[in-house]
């Protein structure tokens, strides 16, 4: 069975990989906007369609010094995660712990930064 994209506008235009987008957002300024959408998730006992109604991340902070990684994830249940890196003067990417998380993007954050 094929599941489309969550979401009629998505649909009418053909934009069928337009699901699950991460933007910046204006208010709350650390945050981001994920778009509706879905993906499928198999598992050794089958597959399962997880559908996001789309939302906001958790709020993002800013490291006191140097910069840091931070990556949105959303999960196997369809909850969206932020996986905050180490600040450093290079800094490197997080690792994406285990089985289950989907990175949906990497954001990088310097000291002091007050919007995305």
Do not use: C
């Not at 204006?26 to 996001?52: C, D, H, L, Q, R």
């Amino acid at each position: 069975m094929n599941i489309p994209p969550y979401g009629d506008n998505y649909r009418r235009v053909g934009a069928y990989f337009s699901n699950l987008q991460v933007s910046a957002q204006a208010v709350p300024n650390m945050t981001t906007k994920i778009s509706p959408g879905g993906f499928w998730y198999y598992t050794s006992t089958g597959a399962s369609y997880v559908e996001y109604v789309g939302g906001n991340s958790p709020i993002l902070t800013a490291p006191a010094g140097n910069a840091k990684w931070v990556i949105i994830t959303i999960g196997q249940s369809g909850i969206i995660n932020v996986i905050d890196g180490s600040p450093s003067a290079h800094p490197v990417l997080p690792s994406v712990p285990g089985r289950g998380r989907i990175p949906l993007a990497a954001i990088y954050v310097n000291a002091g930064t007050t919007s995305i």
